[in-house]
């Protein structure tokens, strides 16, 4: 009896209690695949056809339980266990509705700007620098894309800005070439969306940013989980169709300067099990420049139809074209004259981009999820154009130079995510395999005397320079784990298989001419090339949080980025290829501390250290005939690291949280970096600057806002850059290479909510500073390119 009595009180402490509840919807409806996160997120689980959960062996105390459901505002209830098991009910509202009578937690609405959870949409990222925007909360010029607006909260990124429709995106950032962001896996809901990932990765398609939902940006330790890059994924997530209505319509109208006008129109709706968003885009313009005239069009639809409650059957199809003709470039000199000038006429661009893709989402239990992603690409590139090494030279009506690059690719990824258990700590199992197949068929040579759009070689004996096939296959496994140690601390280690087999086939030409012109030679050169490798790199994450609202995080990952054959048989009157090019390789590094709460505020700061080893570049050499030219191959060893800081906060709401409607926010965001190359075989480049990288990138501005009355000021500065390993400053006469100068800019926006309808405004470039971003080395250049000066766009928006 003595020993029953001792017993008692131990076994009350070591008791172990469970928390059951429902997620339900509007009329006790049960909300289906519900996350439900416990505490700061150490143990998840999903809710089943009831809208039930439970967690199961808790001892007593409090528990805060977090909502994320798909179409869905996040909720936050808080239970406290004492002695016996809860059960609970969370009420979720539609993203759509206004909320006044329930207290909601919701990320997204406050910023436009959060992050990645550790667990989300069949990917970990937990330990893993990301940024996700939410460009539907932006007070930005969406109508053009307009990219320094647009990822402006994101730190670090280097962005060029060469033309002001929003055709195609240039970022990168921490020293990778911005040129059509391919340093980053770019993808569309999931999949590959650039020209060929391996052979030719660069992303002439943009999805139109009134389309998007959600863009998520994961720095370079992405690499285990979507491919080998240094730059890190750049995903962008179409706008999901909506639940609980059969039909939505809105139309947006925007007209703007230099005779912008873009139309665009979507439609989105649920009808029993299928539910369904598309729509339609046109936009024109006339451009800053003379001769920069582009018709674009987008269609897009995305049908999903729920097979099961825990199945689900999707399609999507993106077509998009359009024709743009390009002013050329223009020398340093030419700059300073008159940045608006042109003195080519004829030079085009033409792109076709088809992209089918299905998916497959299945939920075996709460604990175990699979997905497959079948996706292929059917798209061409061409570009027409007069384009000589000297900028200023006068269009002499020649044939001009024409090339032509047809894509076919294909392409499949599955992945499974496990929720298990390590003793009572929950951990979580990501694995994955990837196949793809590319082909990619480049023709260079004489284009027509004309001024139009003509893309048709002449002279097919003589006239073509080079005709290749470059197909390549892909096989990559990986798989990631987060391990929970204790309340606090979770280790993520992470490994990735990579086989590559590219192939270049086929021949290029040298042809001879006269004084007069006339071709006195022309030889053909036949070239094989294959190149099979295989390698694994790895990565381990950490993510510790003392409180919760703070995450002090770091992540290490190898990364690796082949060479690409299409790249080295592309003809240039002012560059020469290397044909010894090496695959890059190297590793990146993440150490920094952010928010996890942003409600009110919401910061990040992090240092990053990159190692890039076999950095391909340029530097500037004088051939035989004393011609300045360029040569293209591996450049040595660049080390970049900095600091990228950013921080937001809306300083009304927090000096006065009894008036929701008075809102004012102060963000920053600043990457303070430096760069040097460490080792070279070149003469004159050790101790040098890394091109592409400004000591200082800087991005700041305000927001205020008024019930439906919102209006945005901001203002961009970022320092001198290189644009070329040997540190170039002077252009010179093809002004490919040479400093790109200090610039700052300063933008303006306004957005009002009435009823159904939406007004905005935005003017671009308010001082309307003369400045550039980029050098072309080729087309579109070669030269200066440079940026729009001051704009107003306005847009009306309806949405029945």
């Known amino acids: 009896m003595i020993c029953l009595i001792c017993i008692l009180p131990t076994a009350s402490v070591l008791a172990q209690y469970q928390l059951s509840g429902r997620v339900t919807h509007q009329d006790s409806v049960a909300v289906n695949g519900c996350t439900i996160y416990l505490n700061n997120g150490n143990r998840t689980t999903l809710t089943d056809s009831l809208g039930q959960f439970s967690f199961s062996n808790l001892p007593n105390g ?38 006044n009578e329930v207290t909601v937690t919701d990320k997204q609405s406050d910023f436009g700007f959060t992050r990645m959870r550790g667990v989300e949409n069949m990917g970990i990222y937990e330990g893993k620098k990301s940024e996700v925007i939410i460009p539907d909360q932006l007070v930005a010029n969406l109508s053009t894309n307009n990219a320094r607006q647009i990822y402006a909260r994101v730190a670090g990124l280097n962005i060029w800005e060469n033309e002001g429709a929003g055709l195609q995106l240039s970022v990168g950032g921490r020293g990778l070439d911005p040129n059509r962001s391919s340093n980053f896996n770019v993808r569309q809901n999931g999949y590959d969306i650039s020209a060929d990932a391996l052979g030719y990765p660069e992303s002439y398609y943009t999805p139109p940013i009134e389309a998007v939902g959600r863009i998520q940006i994961v720095r370079g330790a992405a690499s285990l989980q979507y491919g080998t890059q240094f730059g890190g994924l750049l995903n962008f997530v179409m706008k999901k169709p909506i639940a609980n209505r059969k039909l939505e319509l809105t139309a947006r109208q925007t007209i703007g300067s230099f005779g912008f006008y873009n139309a665009f129109t979507s439609a989105s709706g649920t009808v029993g099990k299928l539910s369904y968003y598309t729509f339609f885009q046109y936009k024109k313009g006339d451009g800053w420049r003379p001769n920069s005239h582009f018709t674009n069009y987008t269609a897009f639809a995305d049908i999903d139809y729920r097979l099961s409650e825990n199945t689900t059957l999707g399609v999507d199809i993106t077509q998009m074209s ?94 499974y995510l496990k929720r298990y258990y390590v003793g009572k700590k929950q951990a979580v199992l990501l694995v994955g395999t990837r196949y793809y197949h590319g082909y990619n068929h480049s023709i260079q040579g004489l284009g027509s005397t004309g001024k139009d759009a003509n893309f048709t070689f002449v002279d097919n004996e003589q006239g073509i320079a080079s005709d290749y096939q470059f ?193 004012g926010v102060l963000f920053a965001n600043v990457a303070l970096i430096h760069s040097t190359y460490k080792a070279s075989e070149i003469a004159g480049v050790v101790g040098n600057q890394v091109e592409f990288v400004p000591n200082v990138n800087l991005k700041s501005g305000v927001r205020l806002g008024y019930k439906n009355l919102k209006a945005s000021f901001q203002y961009t500065y970022l320092s001198d850059q290189f644009s070329d390993a040997t540190n170039s ?24 909510q009435f009823s159904r309808f939406r007004l905005e405004g ?16 080729g087309y579109p250049g070669p030269g200066i390119l440079p940026s729009d000066g001051r704009g107003l766009y306005v847009t009306i928006q309806a949405k029945l």
């Open 62 to 99: 409090t528990y805060v339980l977090h909502t994320s459901c798909p179409d869905f505002k996040a909720a936050r209830q808080t239970v406290r266990i004492a002695g016996q098991d809860q059960s609970v009910v969370i009420r979720v509202m539609s993203r759509l509705e206004t909320l």
């Open 471 to 663: 197909p390549n296959r892909n096989v990559s496994l990986f798989a990631e784990n987060i391990l929970y140690i204790g309340d606090k601390l979770s280790i993520t280690p992470g490994v990735r298989f990579e086989y590559i087999h590219t192939t270049a086939d086929g021949f290029y030409g040298t042809v001879t001419r006269d004084l007069a012109g006339n071709i006195i030679d022309a030889t053909r050169t036949n070239e094989v090339r294959t190149n099979g490798r295989q390698f694994v790199i790895g990565g381990l994450g950490l993510s510790y949080k003392p409180t919760a609202q703070l995450d002090i995080y770091g992540n290490l990952s190898q990364n690796y980025r082949s060479i690409t054959f299409s790249d080295m048989r592309i003809a240039n009157p002012s560059s020469v290829i290397d044909p010894n090019l090496q695959d890059e390789k190297g590793y990146s590094l993440d150490l920094g501390i952010r928010s996890t709460q942003t409600t009110l505020y919401n910061f990040d700061v992090s240092a990053f250290y990159l190692n890039y080893n076999n950095r391909i570049g340029e530097v500037q050499f004088y051939d035989a005939n004393d011609r300045v030219l360029r040569r293209r191959g591996n450049i040595g060893q660049a080390v970049i690291m900095g600091l990228e800081a950013y921080a937001e906060g809306d300083f009304l709401r927090l000096a006065n949280p009894g008036n929701p409607d008075l809102s």
């Open 322 to 415: 359009y024709l743009a003709q390009q002013p050329g470039g223009l020398t340093d000199a030419m700059f300073l004259e008159n940045p608006r000038q042109s003195n080519r006429e004829r030079n085009w661009f033409k792109v076709n981009w088809t992209m089918p893709a299905l998916h497959v989402d299945h939920k075996i239990n709460a604990n175990n999820e699979v997905n497959l992603r079948v996706f292929g690409l059917y798209a061409y590139r061409y570009s027409l154009g007069f384009r000589p090494n000297r900028v200023a030279s006068v269009d002499d009506n020649s044939e001009r130079d024409l090339i032509k690059g047809d894509f076919q690719n294909y392409g499949a990824e599955a992945r």
């Open 762 to 777: 935005s003017l671009n470039n308010l001082a309307n500073r003369a400045y550039f971003t980029r050098r072309a080395t």
């Open 729 to 752: 400053r002077e252009g010179g006469v093809s002004a490919v290479i040479g400093l790109i100068p200090a610039y700052s800019i300063m933008d303006a926006s306004l957005s009002y």
